[in-house]
């Protein structure tokens, strides 16, 4: 199956799967004047942001997608809550990381570097405050780069969590490494191949078991992080990921699946820890993808499975935010950009702080007036 990029909605993919690379269309080509620069969403917690970015390498294991290197490198991007207010806001990617972007998705009719001028929120390499905050983990779509869950992660740092960003090398199209080397996506020709998703899902879990077992001693701020308090977000495959994740390490507490076909087999005995699926109408119970139905019999702790009406498999990312930039037209039906950042965070936030914050959530309990596009599923999905 593969995923074909929509013009609608910026870099929105219509997945048929969680894995497939994007097939770009016939003429990706601006419907609109350009709005200039794309601009995140204000981050809504109490904190301002600071980030930054490790490079690390684990000699224990040679990278799945190049022969020619002996050691898997990772680029982690974190975020955390800071008493920073100035300073040199982080840049979205470098214009090269946008350049292939453009290439890839097709976009035509802009300037190469268009996706390098987004406005974020986070103050670069500004100092850590906090103590004994939650971790939480989080990982991509396949073929998009960490950057694309940016909005999210500003978010998740503003309200009290140390954010960890994986961007996994050679699966995206572009990831800048520590000696400037940009690696292109070298899985995007595999996808077809048997067994692709539950090897991807597999490599993925041991990149985040390594960032957690390396972060205590390549990161100055992490004496902040509770390291009994972990848990993992993903998309499309980063969220078919921390389901593979979680059954191989027990520290991941709780994990959210947003729109993720999902490939890691949970014991027939049932998985207890907290988990969410959070995904579009591909995802209600007997439709396109039925991983779902089959992980949701043997998820046996809380557990919560919502659908947003309107959704696209790239409403969960900043794809839909950076649209104006790129010219490209909302079509009537489909959820509008801010809408879907705003119930991405609340309803993920929500989650991260009834499980890793033991502050209840009466959001999670019952469907809500005020976000009346998320729907409860099994029950309640097909209502309107």
Known sequence: MRQILAVAAGLVLLAASACSPPTP?????????????????????????????????????PDPWNLDVEA??????????????????????????????????????????????????AIKDAEPTGRKLPL??????????????????????????????????YESYATTLADGRVAECLACDSDTDPGFGTGVVQGRAADVSFVLDRLPSKWDGSGLIDRSRI??????????SAVAAMVKDPRIRAGIDMDGSTYARIPKSGFSRPFMFLGSAQHVPGGRDTSWDRDWKLLTGWKR????????????????????????????????????????????????????????????????????????????????
């Open 305 to 384: 499975w919502l659908v947003l009406s309107g959704a696209e498999h790239q409403s969960f990312t900043d794809g839909p935010l950076l649209a104006g930039a790129l010219g490209i037209r909302t079509p009537a039906g489909v959820l509008p950009a801010a809408r879907g950042a705003e119930l991405t965070r609340t309803y993920v936030a929500a989650f991260l702080d009834q499980h890793l914050k033991s502050q209840r959530q009466p959001l999670l309990d019952k469907p809500s007036s005020r976000y009346s596009e998320v729907k409860f599923c099994p029950a309640g999905c097909g209502q309107s």
């Open 136 to 169: 939480v983990v989080l990982s991509p779509g396949f073929t998009n780069p960490m950057s694309t869950l940016t909005s999210l992660a500003e978010d998740l740092a503003s309200r009290g969590y140390v954010v960890a960003g994986i961007d996994h090398t």
């Open 231 to 240: 848990a993992m977000v993903g998309q499309s495959i980063g969220g078919a």
């Open 25 to 61: 269309p016939r003429s990706a080509t601006p419907s609109a004047t350009p709005t200039g620069p794309a601009t995140l969403p204000t981050p809504t917690g109490a904190h301002p942001v600071g980030t930054t970015a490790l490079y690390l390498k684990d000699a224990s294991r």
């Open 72 to 121: 898997r490198e990772l680029k982690v991007t974190l975020w955390y809550p800071t008493r920073q207010r100035d300073g040199q806001r982080a840049p979205y990617m470098t214009p090269k990381e946008s350049e292939l972007a453009m290439r890839r998705y097709g976009i035509a009719g802009v300037p190469d570097d268009t996706l390098s001028k987004t406005r974020t929120n």
